[in-house]
C-alpha cells in the first residue's frame, strides 16, 4: 500500500497536467496487471489519493471530485503508484475491492475486443449494475 505520510506537494513537482488541469489516470489490478479503467485526475484528487490511499478522480461530466466506490462500495485501495517518463500519465496499481471497477457491472471497463468488423463483448458480468446503482437510476 502507498505511504501515506508521502508530501503530495512533493510528489506532484515532477507532474505535468494538461491545459485543462488533469493527468490521465491508467488503473490496473495490483496483483494480476489487468488494466481497469482509465480515468482523470485534477491535483485535488491527486492529493487525496496520496493522503487516503483510496482513488479519487475528476469527472469532467460531472465536474467534482469522486472516490472510486463512493456509490457502489466496491473502493480502490491503492498499493503501487508510477509516473509516464514525460511525467504527464499516472498509472495506479490497486487492490479493487468488490467484484468490478466498471460501472457497466464488467471487471474491468475494458471488455470488448475488436472482432471482425465490430466490437464483442468477451467478458462476463461481475455484478449486476441495476441493483448496485439502483438509487440513482443509472
Not at 488494466?35 to 460531472?62: D, E, P, Q, W
Not at 498509472?91 to 475494458?110: D, E, I, W, Y
Amino acid at each position: 500500500m502507498i505511504n501515506r505520510k508521502m508530501s503530495p506537494e512533493k510528489l506532484m513537482k515532477g507532474v505535468k497536467f494538461g491545459a485543462d488541469g488533469l493527468i490521465p489516470a491508467i488503473v490496473q489490478d495490483g496483483l494480476r496487471g489487468r488494466v481497469l479503467m482509465v480515468a482523470y485526475m485534477n491535483r485535488r484528487a491527486l492529493a487525496l489519493t496520496i493522503r487516503t490511499g483510496k482513488a479519487h478522480f475528476y469527472s469532467r461530466s460531472r465536474r467534482r471530485i469522486w472516490m472510486k466506490g463512493e456509490e457502489s462500495g466496491h473502493v480502490q485501495v491503492v498499493r503501487e503508484m508510477r509516473i509516464d517518463c514525460d511525467g504527464d500519465a499516472v498509472l495506479l496499481a490497486v487492490t479493487q475491492r468488490g467484484p468490478g471497477a466498471c460501472h457497466t457491472g464488467h471487471r474491468s471497463c475494458f471488455f470488448r475486443r475488436a472482432r471482425g468488423v465490430g466490437w464483442k463483448v468477451v467478458d462476463r458480468l461481475a455484478f449486476d449494475p441495476d441493483r448496485v446503482y439502483r438509487r440513482k437510476g443509472k
